[in-house]
């Protein structure tokens, strides 16, 4: 179970990173959403995944009783799939401008304000 | 004390406002707030005269031992005097000559604000105090050398000035602290009373060489002399106060205030006595090979300064009472010196002796006061110079150290600093007449300061008995700390000194009577090892390395960056992991079933297809088989809530993505093919590393508190069932609101840039 949710994880890392390397910027993107799935799980995973009952307390109980789903890394999850979406959603809009600005992809064409200029 | 250090700080601040609306005689006002530090102090010199001193202490970091210490004996306050009274004078100057300049205001601020600093360097009794005010001076210092900005020369030589005294003062600094590491105290008071345990230690010559280093920077000894001559690019009443009157003899007044606490050791003689003697004779040489009247007197005060090094490093009563009185004297006649080349300047419009001739004529009293000024510089009777050069001279006969070479050198620098008096304050005057305009209208304010100053050094003539009783013994008695019985007399018979003396003048005068056979001016002193050019190499090599190492660390392409982070986390990561056994092999390892297997492959196969497909909406609808595919992997685990957002988030990322995709490139096919085999294997260890990193945290032990609390009390504490939700809405209520801030930021943002409009 763990070996393999372990792998998985190690693959959209490997992935996000990749993509985040590329001179696309439109992959740029798709990079930093796959990083944010295998961050996501990361957590996920990080509480133990042991049980399928979700933290949810029941009809005439007052509190929770286990065996259920550590409800915590889930609060920070979902948190976390919120935030990723406004800087996804924003990324797509920004990248629209910058080429309809600039006209290009190519993120090595896009560094010249952070240039030195020679001595 | 704490009344006059802020009295003329406040002239500082002062300084704008004053300038703004009393333009005329602003000068004349400012010079009220140093005149009355100066009477302050001479109200209070009885306290001083019989040698005793006040203090005055406020509480800082009592638990560091650093306080606010003022503490003013015999040679606070000659220096303090000197300094106040300059301080009003060089006012008074500055309101003649600084009329027609920009941002006087500002200049009368540094100017104050400089004074107020030097005397807070004397009259501090704790080094830490005392280097806070003496930074202050180097810091104030910059934008008066550096006033005439627009000039790059001026630039130039105000950061030349501020780096080498601020390296010196960063050596001072570490210097103190190693005197605290000794002795546990940064008092003064306490340091003189245990001079023996600080140059019994071990760490004596390193305290000792590294505060020597922060003197010598000041004061301007060889070879960190050069940035005196350059910052002659300074106003000339700021030349006349800081470079020959206050700022460089900052060094000279430490090394007369450790005095007692560092001194009288072999190495502390030798060092002063050598460094002193060397700098002595290689500024006045070098003196006499410059035409600029400023640069004539600048290498001057560098051999002066030389000379009272020389003097506290030959360590006797005698000696430090020479220089003592030469503090004093030097301080009269240079100033007014540099004063006069202002005037000359400023009216003639030149500052070259060979070709300034006959100015006696247009300028009688400048004149006048110009060649007082070089009689006392020279050492002539009746000035006050004479009986310094004297005592001087004495102090030098009567040492252990260098056999006969101190008055030697002593000799041949006097010799060469006459000529150059001469030259300066000689030459320009006599002669035939020059094609200038009519007689020159100087004004009072004008040769005020230069007048009493020259007057000054003839004048303590009448007061030697009062000066000697009330001021030149109180401050050698501070350095040498039992009464020195030195009278201050114009003859002391007919011995070696006064010899010497006539020798001096003798070779001066031979020395000026044919300058034109010897062409001095043909000498040229700077050559490849010059101080200067190994300043400039310095600077120049400390860019080259900060452009190179700047070029490789801030390459400007985000992928470099990106790959230097993501390769120094997996070196230490794998690091950590290669060194401990942190997973442990116990662990629920099995497959669970048939459908996850199909699951997690479908991610992975969209993750890694996602990558290499060659169409955009593909690899968005992948994109989204990723998202999806999360979102179950949620539900299987206990989280419906995640599960529901994800696929609710998803689902409009991919909407986002293909509305705007159409607008957007098609994907290009830019990397090479090696850049993606060096992408690819930096990703992979980075994921296989995060595969690991999961493992080893599903290896610790689970700590079930907080959650055991939230399941707990999320019903009864705040009536909700649902604990993720309770938890995000109640419990960190805060961290939502401020969750939904930034997403409302970013939607204002996006809505930015939709409709933004760039004029072309």
New interface residues.
Partial sequence: ????????????????????????????V?GL??LT??A???I???G??N????????KG????I?P?????P??L???A???S??????A??????T???TG?????DL?TT???EK? | MTFIIILIFSGAFLAPLIYRYLNKISGWVLALFPLSAFVYLIYNIDITSNGGHFTEEFLWFESLNVNILFYVDGLSLLFGMIITLFGALIAIYSNAYMKKYEGVGKYYLWLLFFAGSMLGVVISGNLITLFVFWELTSFSSFFLIGFFNEKEKSRYAAMQALLVTCLGGLALFAGFIFIYIITGSFDLRYLILHSDVVKSSPLYTIALFLILLGAFTKSAQVPFHFWLPNAMEAPAPVSAYLHSATMVKAGVFLLMRLAPVLGDTDIWNITLISVGMTTMLLGAAMSVAQKDLKKILAYTTISALGTLVLLIGIGTPLAYSAAVLFVLSHALYKGSFFLIAGIVDKKTGSRDVESLSGLYHYMPAVAVFSILAALSFSGFPPFINFISKELSYKASLDTQFYFILIPIFLLASNILSMYSALLAGLKPYLGIKSEYKEKYKISFSFILAPALLSLGGIAAVFFTGILDANVISPAAKSIFLVNTAVEMKYWYGFNTAFILSLLTFAGGYFLYRYRDTFKFYNIVFVNRLAPSRIYDYLLSSIKLISFRQTRILQSGYLRYYIIIIISFLSVTVAAVIIQGNIINLTLDFRFEGIYEMVLFTGIMFSAILATISKSRLSAVVLLGVVGYGVAVIFVLHGAPDLAITQFTIETLTVIIFVLILYRLPKFSNISDRNSKIRDWIIASVFGIIMTIVTLAVVSTEMKPETANYYAEFSKLLANGKNVVNVILVDFRALDTLGEITVLAVAALGIYGLLKLTVKK
């Avoid at chain 1, 049980?51 to 029941?58: F, H, K, L, S, V």
């Avoid at chain 1, 979406?85 to 924003?90: C, E, M």
């Avoid at chain 1, 290009?104 to 090595?108: F, N, R, S, V, Y």
Wanted: aromatic share 8%; glycine share 4%.
């Fill in positions: 179970m763990y070996l393999l949710l372990s792998i998985l994880i190690g693959v959209l890392f490997t992935t996000g990173i990749y993509m985040v390397l590329r001179r696309s910027i439109v992959k740029l798709i959403a796959l799935h295998a996501n799980l990361l996920f995973v990080a133990r995944v049980t399928p009952i979700p933290p949810i307390i029941g109980e007052d509190s929770l286990p259920f789903a550590d409800p915590i889930q609060a999850i979902l948190t799939i919120v935030i979406f406004g800087l996804t959603s924003f797509i809009v920004l990248i629209k401008r080429y309809k600005q290009t992809e190519d993120l090595d560094n952070d240039k030195i001595l």
